[in-house]
């Protein structure tokens, strides 16, 4: 029973379906096919203003090309300490904007507070000598599956803006964040500060489709340029276009994340006196200690050891296509009394 | 009638069917899936002997990052001057090489020669104050739609290898050229001196697959990072994995680029007096004339000017699911005398 | 005797001078001295106009940031095929604009031309799929000896500006291109469109003091940060500051380039049927022929091959501090018959 | 009274001695010269082992270059937290290695210990998707003005080594902490494990003096490109190499710390309780309140606010030519008692 990532899920019908569907005959390429074309439109629709939307081949190349446009190579990017753009891309926001420096700041959950952020500002005071504080980044849910309140995205959007950063938000589990949060898509994005965001469609869903989302719409020149020479401008592009119309269009971005959140809450229900952070959205963070963790998979259960200077700590990531018989038995092997739990 | 580019067309029936078959129940990923753990294998047969294969979402991608493995910062890469690398990838191997140079070379027909080479490497003889020699890049087929002899790629190799440089070859249109030569790919690539190879299979019916073969092993840890920090590794690899095995165990890319190969064939002895290049695999280029062109895009015909600098010139590419008809009709509209085509 | 680089001459009793005097005591760094603080105000005076001076260690990092400044990362560099930036630079200006491209152009006598400059235009046509056209470089003196008219320049400038490439002039051998042209230095400069100016002293009587002139002031921001993460903001700037202003303010920039002008006329007017190129500076180039230079190199001529494809070429470079006897030795042996030089 | 920086120095007579005495005839460039051509040989005997220096511009380049040259792109350098690398550099590290990221590491002051690193290192364990673990940057003396022993060294470079990191000093203050420990140059560099060594001369005594030393001979032809390419192969070369020269032949290099050591344990004794670091170079951090802060400065002291973080902490420098009456009026000031003084 695989719970390392939403990674390993497979593709929604929808999707297989839309791709199915533009397989006929001959389209114009880069960006020029007719499901290109409604690409804006339709993430304007979903975000209720007008935006500019650039599909990417990874969710990496979403963070690094879009930290890149507002970041020069001489910047500093401010993100939390266990964000994805620090923890698993490689160094790709560096190479993308030319060497420039992510700076990381603690957070409770995973999530970086105003507080942490002024408290960076303050010991990267920028001079001739240092990187020039030029971005903060935000992850949507974030790595350890929390997610900020629409009304804690703009204060940190606030204070970033007030020292002439722009504002990025990670959106690899853009969905399950807006589930939680019921809210507009708008609301936790450029309502509350949000410049650019990555839009993730690949965990929930697709094959490979994540987008670049313009809310500040006069980085998109730069972005498109950026993006060539990245070799991310797919040549058909038809096809991640019809995986992102059906995705937005046929509301399985959000079916399957309520899926996913709903199932993710079991398992933290079952775990409630470890979990290490609330559940919020697909991703479960519990103290099982060793032994625990070593049974587990005896068991039949994978998943990730989470964090790499403390052992005892896992973590289980729900698939959409997460078969209900997974989680119950998650369940009940995470209700039974275990030898060696590391108490809290 | 789309005569722009082999990026128009649909994928090829196999390439879907492998993704459907694919599309099941959670698997693995980053590589750690079961189809793309049979690549190397897979890829070792098709080229006989033992490779690494890593999969990239554009050609552009597969370019720059061999390129960037096999040549440092300050490095200088040889290349067509008319090559893709240089014309149409924004900068992609400057940038994933970390600044390195392109150094073009003229030559007929978009290929280079050896005295070509020969030539370029004298005038860039290397010192502490001038960017080193490290790299030779072949593209097969050529932007012109012509095929290196696997006597040719040889000789290239050996003046490239003699000065330590390393040999890689474009082969976004591999399959075109392969099947213009009737050889094993292996006789067009390692038995020739290629080290490294960009193996498209995008543009011959795939949907988004491209590899990067190395015969070279040695690279492969320093290319895997690279692949990673540019946001290459796909997450769900399932999927472009499947496209290129369906490629190559279905004999899809043979029959694709038969019928293409074919069908440019007749496109070119219909335009007999008027070829600026021989016909070698699916491109066609027409010395037609303003007034001509101007006609045949009357007539519903697309197609792109070629080159920069003159005008008159006019390339067809023949995609895998091209119309018949469209090959009848663009024949026939060729054949009839039209007015101001330029005399050569 | 040695004709190999004025970089082989000493330093100026003046600049030697100026390093002592401001040898006194504890002075602000990284150009908060009294004599930095200068630089501003004595080069508008040079220039004619308000203009921001930085000091770097060395031309090519004068060159290379000052190009970095003008050029973003898929920008291209257009320069003479034979520019310092092109031949002798290792790819600084490539590193430095984060892999930007430079498309050579051809021309005669080290000069690019405003047919040269329109055909490279046009060959480099912007779309996403090509690096951007965003600078002009000028080397001034040429680094063939040859001097740009001012005439020249501005039309250059104007084709430049036409299409939004910025003007860089590469003036290592600054002085002697202003002292033949008989100018102010602002006519050759920005009221001929030039942007930013590479401003040498180190070739003609400095030890290391070599400028970046902005006349564009916009892009000094950029530019300083840029100059500091390159390493090239000096700490004790007092010395370089004291270089520049001894060199500009005693008139040592135009004493010594008058007197490496004249004598390399002489040389020219000794080997008058067999130069390659009008002596405009203080740089010679002949066709010896390999005999012929054989003969010198032997008589004690020490004193570079000219260009990596043809031999038979030589380059004689005069310094500030050539011995009058030098000179006299090199036009007599320069006047003998020689055998085996070859006809022009 | 500056006690700013030691880059408020002017330079030592020896060295400018040894400048005029250089300063006759034509020499060749770019490290051709008699002076530079003796650097290896009296900078082996000075590190007691065969090394091989390289003269660069500032001691930020000296460390972005030895660092690139041990660093992949995609690597990561471990660096405390307030190393010159991190705080001072604009990013010049990451600009040189491609976009390489820098790990930081608290440690009492000013230096790291095993335990730290070997918590960074657990921390940042490698794998496909993140930085590399490459290099391991000591400053020495640190930027808290302490003097890592050669036990602490070897113990450090004994876990980098068992961990492939290559092992680089920062020694912009290295003769000051060689006065300290009063051992062989060798003793504290290549003995405990350094790889590659920034040689500062600048500070005390030189004019403009940096050299990158090193011990592991193997990544010499890399680094000789990478200085070209960055500007930093500077043309007169032998101004500089008479400066090193001159500073290591002449006992000036230890004249000069001794001094500026001694004075700084003045300073010290006289702000003993309120000292935040142990005095062992030529700098003093004192937690003297805002308010003593301020009475200091209004009685003529110039010296530096420390930390960015924290209010009330200054750093004095001692200058090689610091006069001695400055050190006895700071002394004095410093023992008065003052109002508001925080306790610590």
């Given at each position: 029973m695989r719970f390392f990532s939403d990674n390993t899920a497979s593709a929604s019908p929808e999707i297989l379906d839309a791709m199915l569907a533009v397989n006929r005959g001959?389209?114009?390429?880069?960006?020029?096919?007719?499901?290109?074309?409604?690409?804006?439109?339709?993430?304007?629709?979903?975000?209720?203003?007008?935006?500019?939307?650039?599909?990417?081949a990874t969710g990496t190349a979403a963070n690094a090309l879009a930290l890149a446009t507002v970041t020069p190579p001489y910047g500093a990017i401010f993100a939390h300490e266990d964000a994805h753009v620090v923890r698993d891309e490689c160094g790709a926001p560096e190479f993308f904007a030319g060497g420039a420096r992510i700076v990381t700041i603690p957070?409770?959950?995973?999530?970086?507070t105003v507080d942490g952020v002024a408290r960076a500002l303050e010991s990267n005071p920028p001079s001739v000598h240092t990187v020039q504080?030029?971005?903060?980044?935000?992850?949507?849910?974030?790595?350890?599956?929390?997610?900020y309140r629409c009304t804690e995205?703009?204060?940190?959007?606030?204070?970033?803006?007030?020292?002439?950063?722009?504002?990025?938000?990670?959106?690899?589990?853009?969905?399950?964040?807006a589930v939680t949060l019921g809210c507009q898509p708008g609301?936790?994005?450029?309502?509350?500060?949000?410049d650019v965001l990555s839009f993730g469609a690949t965990k929930n869903g697709a094959i490979c489709a994540e987008a670049v989302v313009f809310?500040?719409?006069?980085?998109?020149?730069?972005f498109e340029l950026r993006r060539k020479r990245a070799g991310h401008l797919l040549s058909?592009?038809?096809?991640?276009?019809?995986?992102?119309?059906?995705?937005?269009?046929?509301?399985?971005?959000?079916?399957?994340?309520?899926?996913?959140?709903?199932?993710?809450?079991?398992?933290?229900?079952?775990?409630?006196?470890?979990?290490?952070?609330?559940?919020e959205g697909n991703e479960v963070f519990i103290g099982l200690g060793d032994v625990a963790m070593r049974e587990l998979r005896h068991a039949g259960f994978e998943f990730y050891d989470w964090g790499a200077e403390r052992s005892g700590e896992a973590r289980f990531v729900v698939s959409w296509d997460?078969?209900?018989?997974?989680?119950?038995?998650?369940?009940?092997?995470?209700?039974?009394?275990?030898?060696?739990?590391?108490?809290?």
């Amino acid at each position: 029973m695989r719970f390392f990532s939403d990674n390993t899920a497979s593709a929604s019908p929808e999707i297989l379906d839309a791709m199915l569907a533009v397989n006929r005959g001959l389209e114009p390429a880069y960006g020029d096919d007719r499901w290109s074309q409604r690409l804006d439109r339709v993430f304007s629709e979903f975000f209720d203003t007008e935006v500019r939307v650039f599909t990417v081949a990874t969710g990496t190349a979403a963070n690094a090309l879009a930290l890149a446009t507002v970041t020069p190579p001489y910047g500093a990017i401010f993100a939390h300490e266990d964000a994805h753009v620090v923890r698993d891309e490689c160094g790709a926001p560096e190479f993308f904007a030319g060497g420039a420096r992510i700076v990381t700041i603690p957070g409770p959950h995973g999530k970086v507070t105003v507080d942490g952020v002024a408290r960076a500002l303050e010991s990267n005071p920028p001079s001739v000598h240092t990187v020039q504080p030029a971005a903060l980044t935000l992850t949507q849910a974030s790595e350890l599956g929390t997610v900020y309140r629409c009304t804690e995205i703009a204060a940190l959007a606030e204070i970033a803006h007030g020292h002439r950063l722009a504002v990025h938000m990670d959106g690899a589990r853009f969905a399950n964040a807006a589930v939680t949060l019921g809210c507009q898509p708008g609301a936790m994005t450029w309502r509350a500060g949000v410049d650019v965001l990555s839009f993730g469609a690949t965990k929930n869903g697709a094959i490979c489709a994540e987008a670049v989302v313009f809310f500040d719409l006069r980085r998109v020149a730069d972005f498109e340029l950026r993006r060539k020479r990245a070799g991310h401008l797919l040549s058909k592009s038809r096809y991640p276009a019809a995986q992102l119309l059906a995705y937005i269009e046929s509301g399985v971005w959000r079916r399957n994340a309520q899926r996913t959140n709903q199932l993710a809450l079991r398992i933290g229900a079952a775990a409630a006196s470890r979990l290490l952070s609330p559940v919020e959205g697909n991703e479960v963070f519990i103290g099982l200690g060793d032994v625990a963790m070593r049974e587990l998979r005896h068991a039949g259960f994978e998943f990730y050891d989470w964090g790499a200077e403390r052992s005892g700590e896992a973590r289980f990531v729900v698939s959409w296509d997460q078969p209900e018989e997974d989680i119950g038995a998650l369940c009940a092997a995470l209700s039974r009394p275990i030898a060696g739990v590391i108490p809290r």
